[in-house]
């Protein structure tokens, strides 16, 4: 039997001429299969809008795969969002016993809503917050979910610049 020679880090035009066909083969069947176009857009780009059902958890603290960080902001795959809508009180610090108690209850609330079933995400005129993270108006059920804060007296309504406290 004869040793074929090995050609170091690279590889011969007989062997990339082979996994280039391969290459075309998979892409051309995947698109006749309809199997997921990896060339999509990230899902967080301003075209997403897809109704998604997923389980949330709490993390107040650092990053999250699918989480409650508070009342207006959560991480999804790993992305972090800012409810774009909404102002909800702040729980990390919160400034005093009111805002905690009602930063809690936001959170908590808020939690609920995006398990009760699938979530849209919308884009605004802005893609990201100064502090990077995406401003999407999040929907469950077809309604904003800050509309439902709102409404509960859990949130107050946000449209940029400056934001008054919560403890009177």
Excluded at 109 to 115: D, E
Excluded at 140 to 145: F, H
Excluded at 157 to 163: L, T, W
């Amino acid at each position: 039997m004869r040793r074929r020679r090995h050609n170091g880090p690279f590889i011969s035009s007989f062997e990339w001429g082979g996994t280039l066909i391969v290459g075309l083969l998979v892409g051309l069947a995947s698109t006749l299969l309809g199997w997921p176009n990896i060339s999509q857009p990230h899902p967080f780009s301003a075209q997403f809008a897809q109704q998604e059902k997923i389980h949330f958890s709490l993390c107040h603290t650092g990053g999250g795969i699918n989480c409650v960080v508070d009342g207006d902001t959560v991480w999804i795959r790993g992305v972090k969002i800012r409810i774009a809508d909404i102002d909800t009180p702040e729980t990390h610090p919160p400034r005093c016993t009111t805002e905690a108690e009602l930063g809690s209850r936001a959170t908590l609330r808020l939690q609920a809503l995006l398990n009760a079933g699938s979530i849209t995400l919308e884009p605004i005129d802005r893609d990201e917050d100064r502090y990077g993270r995406k401003l999407r108006i999040v929907k469950q059920g077809g309604r904003s979910v800050g509309d439902i804060l709102v409404a509960e007296g859990l949130a107050r309504r946000y449209g940029g610049g400056a934001r008054s406290g919560w403890c009177g």
